[in-house]
């Protein structure tokens, strides 16, 4: 399997215009994790879904965000309009299950920078 | 008071040294435990679980302190490719997972 799938690895974006954001998770995992990495508050969840369904989005840090999982095999994370606190590297995960004991296989990221 | 908290570092230790890091949790009713290693500018791989009566893979040792909220990892006979983040992840009930901030580690020759 060649892993979580994210793209575009890197986007540098303006002020103002809409981004999206990709994600393929390994098939057969039934979770799927977007996250936010900055320096300054680490690593945060932002929202997850089981069977294509969300589950907890309390990490969305406001309406400029969305995510969906239209199918088990892609996820979209968009924000619009974006910001330059937006800039961050955004991670998708995937896990079979949810929960004690089940490994999060994290994608390569990609990295935003909102000018 | 932040859920998880580790001490940022950065740990700067010779080859062979012994190292060891700390995290506290705040939520008592949280489930499992585990450490994540990062690689700059890559994504977090889980490294070990971390389990009530403490548990060892190779150099690695991880411990936790149920009652006082505490997990511990020690990384004994230091190599240079151990240099990384170690990233201590709580699961809350519910299956949100927590991530502390990390704990840098850079192992000197």
């Known amino acids: 399997d060649a892993g979580v799938i994210q793209s575009p690895r890197h986007e540098v974006t303006e002020m103002g215009q809409e981004v999206t954001l990709r994600c393929k998770p390994i098939s057969g995992h039934d979770y799927l994790f977007w996250y936010r990495q900055t320096m300054m508050r680490g690593l945060e969840l932002l929202i997850y879904f089981n069977n294509n369904v969300p589950i907890d989005d309390s990490g969305m840090p406001e309406d400029r965000f969305s995510a969906k999982m239209p199918n088990a095999s892609f996820s979209t994370l968009k924000i619009q309009p974006s910001e330059p606190r937006d800039s961050a590297v955004y991670f998708c995960a995937s896990s079979l299950t949810s929960g004690s004991g089940n490994e999060q296989f994290f994608g390569p990221g990609t990295r935003l920078t909102v000018l | 008071r932040k859920e998880v908290e580790q001490d940022p570092g950065p740990f700067n230790v010779p080859e062979g040294a012994t190292v060891a890091f700390n995290c506290t949790y705040s939520n008592s009713a949280s489930q499992s435990f585990f450490w994540y290693r990062q690689d700059c500018r890559k994504e977090p791989k889980l490294l070990m679980s971390?389990?009530?009566s403490g548990n060892e893979d190779g150099r690695f040792t991880a411990q936790l302190n149920r009652a006082s909220q505490y997990i511990s990892l020690l990384i004994r006979d230091s190599k240079l490719s151990d240099s990384a983040t170690y990233l201590c992840v709580v699961i809350l009930q519910g299956g949100k997972l927590i991530f502390g901030q990390g704990t840098e580690l850079s192992v000197k020759p």
């Open positions: 971390v389990y009530s």
